[in-house]
């Protein structure tokens, strides 16, 4: 049964088809990939999934409810989270901070709480607290909790942008290239990571990758993008060996 | 020589915050006490009123013993006071500690309100520029959650002032004042004093809904939208009252009751401080300047940006008509002339001196700014010369200010600095 529901989507910038046609069906659980030569579209799919764009045609549905034209924060807080291909931190935050924000929907003391300091606001802090210790452990950089994001190493940096995604409790991550730039240490880590968060909060996991190897790790059913379109979808082994993917984005003399 | 000066920083580093507000208040007490004949003694005609620099400027040969006095009346006593009581102060603060945070806090703004009423109580111009100095930190906090830890860039806060020191003088003059206009008091004076802090929070409040006149077609999108709107917004502010009848247009509202006297000001700017690092400490506050940072970001993570700066931007205008009204009633004069564009640059100054995104940041700006301003008085033109060279070099030196990204942590602030058992 798919929660997320993607119908011939297409967008314009002004004169440009970016996306065309665009369907997806994704259900509880499930690891997608998304694969393409630059400018294919994938995080334009993205952020029209996330609602920074809206769909000139076309609609997404989420548990059958249509979300296209609502605000990004409230489809947010429906349980679709992201992360970003070039590192949206706040660099003047610490990283728990960036966890806590990540709750911010879910706060229930309200601005008299806020003015006011009210004891329910302090209870209400201090549990948020506790969740983002949590998680801060699971992703191993509790030891940075009080550090500001902007004197982190890159493999840290990409791992408290994971955390503060998982810290809205989403039902679905959407990755945009979680391992760009990455060493292959940290690649290993990071794919630890995504795996965990798959099999032991049971997201539902739609990535952008460039490393064919961590996609084809990763995906169950992989989707292959050129100029808007999807060209191809299927299995890994389908996907290595279709020979459009491999016309337009794997290359011929060396498929992988 | 160098040993010393560490040792010294050392020992002084164990005085908690007690220890000084204890030690600063023997010092103005001794100015109290023995100030008028050690200033006939060093050469003085009388005590200087503000840390002897109109003295020194108008007259440079006095400066030695302007100086002498500053050492002998406050940096001797309250150094030698602050050393010697660590260990009774650090027990001290160790058993308030133990109370609920509400007492121990009451305490020492106890401490520092009596240190500044003494300190005031010197002459009436002391208590003119302290209750001024007070309302400038109110109105620099205000504009710091809207220039610092929101990041975007507002110029109408002496918009916003004009409307709470309107909105508040019209109540008390209204209701309390036999006057031409308003006719004779509807209310017996005697619940005058009860009912100020209504008139104030009414200021507030029509302020704030000057904001979101501000508010809605700015915060749409980012960028310069906010600045250029609501430098439109003070002018459209100070020509409407010009236009006023009801207020005396550009002659100005005169004649408020005396009731903004000094633990009233001080009162309420412990109110403004309170609540504002309440709010930027919260996480509903933490999104402001995670939108500052990265609105994309900050919408991805569920936070409604659009009402983030919203209720940011109203909370603000609150605070700075709140202070407005104080201003209109420590001056009991108002006129539309007053808050135009020479108080948004002192305002400005305030905030970019002093240090963005920190609520320390705004004291210092506040305070050291007003005294600049009070101190340089004597060298009249030269004075808007001498100040914005000063906040250039601090802009090219630290181009986020004094004290930028400090966060008000109280109880670090409050707690003992060495353990109770441990002796000197």
Known sequence: MPFLRIHKMSHDFGGLRAVQNYDLEIGFGQVRGLIGPNGAGKTTIFNLITGIYKPTEGEILLDGRKINGLQPHQIASMGVSRTFQNLLLWRHMTVLEHVKMAHYSKIRYGLFGAFFGTTKRHREEAEVEEKAYKLLEMMGIRHLSDQVVLNLPYGAQRRVEMARALATEPRILLLDEPTAGMNPEELVQIMEIIRRAHEELGLAILLIEHRMKVVMELCEIIQTLDFGEVIAEGTPEEIQNNPRVIDAYLGKERAI | ?424
């Open chain 2, 1 to 424: 020589m160098r040993l010393v000066i560490r040792n010294i920083r050392v020992s002084f580093s164990r005085v908690p915050l007690l220890g000084w507000l204890f030690s600063a208040l023997i010092a103005v007490a001794l100015e109290r006490l023995v100030g008028s004949p050690l200033a006939l003694a060093l050469g003085l005609q009388k005590i200087p009123v503000l840390f002897g620099f109109a003295i020194m400027l108008k007259n440079p040969m006095l400066i030695p013993s302007a100086i002498l006095y500053l050492l002998l009346v406050y940096v001797l006593p309250t150094g030698v006071t602050a050393r010697l009581c660590i260990s009774l102060t650090n027990r001290l603060a160790a058993r308030l500690f133990r109370f609920p945070m509400v007492v121990t806090v009451a305490i020492h703004l106890a401490f520092l309100y009596a240190t500044l009423h003494m300190w005031a109580g010197i002459s009436d111009y002391r208590v003119l520029v302290l209750k001024l100095t007070l309302i400038a930190i109110m109105v620099t906090l205000s504009l710091n959650v809207v220039n610092g830890y929101m990041g975007e860039f507002s110029c109408s806060h002496p918009g916003f002032m004009a409307l709470g020191a309107y909105g508040a003088s019209v109540f008390t003059v209204g209701l309390f004042v036999d006057e031409r206009f308003f006719g004779a008091a509807f209310l017996p004076p005697a619940l005058g004093p009860f009912l100020f802090p209504v008139a104030l929070i009414l200021g507030g409040f029509v302020a704030s809904l000057g904001a979101l006149a501000v508010a809605i077609p700015s915060f749409r999108t980012r960028g310069d939208y906010l600045a250029i709107i609501s430098l439109a917004f003070m002018f459209i502010i100070k020509s409407l009252l010009e236009n006023l009848e009801f207020v005396r247009g550009p002659r100005g509202l005169s004649g408020q009751p005396d009731w903004a006297n000094l633990p009233t000001v001080f009162l309420w700017t412990v109110l403004c401080v309170w609540s504002v690092n309440n709010f930027v400490r919260s996480t509903i506050g933490k999104a402001l300047n995670a939108v500052r940072d990265n609105e994309m970001a900050a919408d991805a993570m569920t936070v409604d940006t659009r009402r983030t700066k919203i209720v940011a931007f109203l909370f603000a205008a609150f605070w700075a008509g709140v202070a407005g009204g104080l201003f209109a009633h420590v001056l009991r004069y108002i006129n539309p002339a007053t808050f135009g564009i020479q108080k948004l640059a002192e305002v400005l100054a305030m905030v970019y001196f002093g240090g963005l995104n920190s609520v320390y940041g705004s004291i210092v700006g506040a305070v050291s700014i007003s005294l600049l301003e009070e101190a340089l008085r004597p060298l009249e033109i030269f004075k808007w010369i001498i100040i914005p060279l000063l906040l250039i070099l601090v802009m090219i030196f630290r181009p986020t200010g004094l004290v930028a990204f400090k966060e008000l942590n109280v109880t670090n602030l409050l707690q003992p600095k060495q353990n109770p058992g441990e002796e000197v």
